[in-house]
């Protein structure tokens, strides 16, 4: 089942809890500002409107799908994922604070966060790898939806590329994968890992020179 199809489920859904909050006019006010495109459509979430949750899963709906099958490597396991993320969504959009940060950075550490514990769930069928390794490999899969550089195109090279990363240490792989295949702006990559953004440039700029060294070596090689 694709992203769309996935989609099409959650189409006429409607939260029981939803309701004017509290909180509704601070987002108002943020909106107003344009610091967050998702804001409007929360806004109207958060005031009961079912068109604007339809919406906002429509917007998302392919990113966490693909993250999830970079994860998992699995579509099954991907669209139960991806159920799973929207549903924690439709239980706790109330939660979401728009002064902390944007929604992306809240919906993808919403997913991380289901992730892991997936990962705590299956972990008796995986290999010895510890969780931080693991974790620091969810979005290193290419997804259905991975736009590659065009030297990197096709099916082989996809795999070239996810064998590449996986040679990397984790927090240079991560920060590589979150720029260059999530395509998160650097301030969102630091509010999702949680360091400067000093650190997370210096992180892409070394993985990425560490990755091109790399494939040079495999290419030799093969």
Known sequence: MAASAIHAQWAGRSPSWVHPLACAPDI?????????????????????????????????????YGLCYRFTGNDSDA????????????????????????????LHRLARNLLIDHYRRSRADRATESLESELATLEQRPGPDSRADGALAGREAGELLQSALRKLSPELREAVILRDLENMEYREIAAVLRIPEGTVKSRISRGRAELARVLRRMKVQA
């Open 79 to 106: 669209e139960d994922l991806t159920q799973e993320v929207f549903l924690r969504v439709f239980r706790s959009l109330k939660t979401f604070r728009a002064g902390e940060g944007t929604f992306l950075v809240w």
């Open 28 to 64: 108002a006010r943020l909106t107003a500002t344009h610091l967050d495109p998702d804001l409007p459509i929360i806004e109207r979430c958060l005031a009961g409107d079912q068109a604007a949750w339809e919406q906002l899963v429509k917007n998302h709906v392919r990113r966490i």
